[in-house]
């Protein structure tokens, strides 16, 4: 008994391990991580949407993938830190069964199977971890597939279980492909790991691949099915649909991909610029390098020091990776897509991880005989990945703060807006979310109804994007349409309401027709500052922003005071503009930009104060001069028949 409660709690000692790298790499930024890009689509009809509607969103080119979100959502619900725990567990158990089934395949290379799957673990060449709730779903199916893997070599092992295992391989194979198409190429790896299996010492090649494709018949009769109803059904939905590009584009982007994973992938890890001495966040991130290599290689010497991997597991490795690099990312090349370019191109590398993994692990006990080598230059590798994570997560982190602080701006400036009205920065929301993905994000935060047809309220527009090209036809009311997948709003040109986000940090402006004459705002949006319809903003206070999505009211400091002093200057509500500008004024609320006193400027004119509003106007125009056109606007505009301030009237107003 005492024998066996030592092996088990020996065989616990690698998923603690692995437990420990990912709370390294993933863990210590959850709890401020959000959600971005294709995570918004998705809280939004959690929160506001049916069933058949987030059903509906799916279907378009996955109409099967809906049930991963008809299991998850009931639990996790629309709280991010649950969507980021869940992912980070996913992320974690994939790595796990590759373990398993590596050390199922190769039972006398432990250790190889270890370094495959701390490496797949942390692998870089996929940075979008903080994107828990849109990519939960890839790393179900991955897990899926693994499992189907795991069960296949179980079936092969077992005697009296075998229909059993084989049974759950065969299920998870069909479920894993027809949820999402993501790990079809590497489907095409499973005929190759059944002829590692099968060719062992004493089977002759030719007997090791009869076997192999006798075993593998099901599983390709399978993927056959899919390949026939995706193209059939889903293929012609699809943006992208399978082509053939022909044979030299075909070995370059092939050869593109490949690089690109195995070697560009780790460029990111350590570069010159990373060496900044006043970055507490990078420094930070070197430290944990550092750290996790050296707790790395502490675990692998410990785990190595009676063990040599046999040559030819090694080697049988090393082609496994590579081939199933190539082999996993064919769909991607087949719609004529590589790894290179955008921001979010690198989840196209997520097939590719399982062989690049298996390739380096392959390849250092191939290359270095010694394990404290191969021990020092994995530890390494590892520590690189870590810090790269964290970074990338850091990144996500901040993106969240920047978030959040524009949409409880957007709450306090307009509490309520009118239905099926578009919102145009020039450059929309923030670097992790925009566009459709800030659409849902503004419709969640003002808790949007959805029409059954899945019209929303409001959508979010890039105005050099999205308006530019129109610039001349939005005087006459053009039609505008909007859409992702289920998801849409035909509004006009008549509903817009102008923003601009680009003022250095600052608060958020919400333009009109004196922001033409705004010479901090973005230059393209200001020249059509005249057509942004405040009046479609009103006091009428909506339902709360969801706590649970976006955390509580943050404190009230001068961009609250100045979105509700600017509120208060669209409704004419001259004393309550002036009661907050007093509350400033006690608290000691500043800004950098003068530009956010014109509501106090007008508010004063308007109340006959303008021996006030002289003062407040010279102070202005001392601290920033680039306000000079505006403040000619505003007391030509406002205050028509006074005599200009003398600074302005000497400026040539």
Not at 302 to 312: G, Q
Not at 462 to 473: G, H, P, S, T
Request: charged share 15%; with cysteine.
């Amino acid at each position: 008994m005492y024998f066996l409660e030592q092996h088990r709690l020996k065989a616990l000692f690698f998923p603690a391990f692995l437990f420990l790298i990912a709370i390294l790499a993933f863990g210590l930024l959850i709890p401020q991580l959000g959600f971005y890009w294709d995570d918004w689509p998705i809280i939004f009809l959690a929160q506001q949407g049916s069933p058949e509607l987030l059903s509906e969103f799916f279907s378009y080119i996955r109409p099967l993938s809906f049930w991963t979100y008809s299991v998850t959502i009931p639990i996790l619900g629309v709280t991010p830190l649950h969507w980021h725990i869940f992912f980070f567990l996913l992320r974690l158990s994939a790595a796990i069964f590759l373990w398993l089934i590596l050390r199922m395949l190769w039972p006398k290379a432990e250790q190889m199977a270890q370094m495959a799957s701390v490496l797949f673990l942390v692998y870089p060449s996929f940075s979008q971890s903080s994107i828990a709730a849109a990519y939960s779903q890839h790393f179900i199916v991955y897990n899926l597939f693994l499992f189907s893997l795991y069960a296949m070599l179980r079936a092969l092992r077992s005697q009296g279980k075998r229909w059993v295992w084989l049974l759950l391989a065969i299920l998870t194979g069909i479920a894993h492909l027809f949820t999402m198409e993501y790990f079809a190429g590497l489907e095409l790896a499973r005929p190759l790991i059944l002829l590692a299996w099968f060719y062992t010492p004493g089977t002759s090649f030719k007997a090791a691949v009869k076997s192999a494709i006798r075993q593998w018949l099901p599983y390709f009769a399978i993927l056959v099915g899919f390949f026939i109803w995706r193209v059939t059904l889903t293929m012609p939905q699809d943006p992208n649909p399978l082509v053939w590009i022909g044979a030299l584009a075909f070995l370059q982007a092939t050869l593109q991909n490949l690089l690109t994973v195995v070697v560009d992938a780790w460029s990111k890890t350590l570069s010159a610029q990373l060496i900044d001495f006043s970055d507490r966040a990078v420094l930070f991130s070197l430290s944990l390098t550092v750290v996790t290599a050296f707790v790395c290689f502490i675990y692998l010497q410990l785990s190595s020091a009676k063990e040599e991997t046999p040559e030819r597991p090694a080697a049988q490795a090393t082609l496994l990776g590579l081939l199933a690099i190539v082999l996993s990312l064919l769909p991607i090349q087949m719609t004529g897509r590589t790894l290179l370019g955008g921001l979010f191109v690198d989840r196209f590398s997520l097939p590719a991880m399982l062989g690049a993994a298996v390739l380096f692990s392959g390849l250092l006990h191939l290359l270095l005989r010694k394990s404290v080598y191969r021990n020092v230059l994995l530890a390494v590798l590892i520590g690189l990945a870590v810090g790269a994570h964290l970074r990338s997560a850091n990144l996500y982190r901040w993106d969240w703060e920047e978030q959040r602080r524009m949409y409880w701006q957007f709450y306090w400036r307009a509490p309520s807006i009118e239905a099926g009205t578009a919102l145009v920065g020039p450059e929309v929301m923030s670097t992790f979310t925009s566009r459709y993905a800030a659409a849902a994000a503004v419709n969640t935060l003002y808790a949007a109804p959805i029409s059954a047809d899945g019209q929303v309220s409001y959508w979010m527009l890039d105005y050099y994007d999205d308006l530019a090209a129109y610039q001349e036809d939005l005087e006459n009311n053009v039609e505008l349409r909007f859409s992702i997948s289920n998801l849409h709003l035909v509004a006009n040109s008549q509903k817009l309401v102008l923003y601009d986000n680009s003022n250095y940090g600052q608060c958020v402006w919400f333009l009109n027709e004196a922001d033409q004459y705004n010479r901090l705002a973005d230059s393209g949006i200001t020249e059509i500052a005249h057509l942004s319809r405040l009046d479609l903003i009103s006091t009428t206070q909506g339902p709360l922003p969801n706590p649970d999505i976006f955390g509580e009211e943050p404190e009230r400091t001068w961009c609250y005071y100045f979105q509700k002093m600017d509120l208060a200057q669209q409704q004419g509500d001259w004393e309550t503009v002036l009661d907050l500008w007093e509350i400033t004024e006690d608290q000691d609320y500043t800004s950098n930009l003068q530009f956010g006193r014109f509501p106090v400027i007008e508010a004063l004119l308007r109340t006959d104060r303008e021996q006030e509003a002289r003062v407040l106007t010279a102070d202005i125009l001392l601290k920033q001069p680039a306000a000079l056109e505006k403040l000619c606007y505003a007391w030509n505009t406002w205050l028509p028949d006074a005599h200009l301030p003398q600074e302005l009237a000497e400026a040539g107003c």
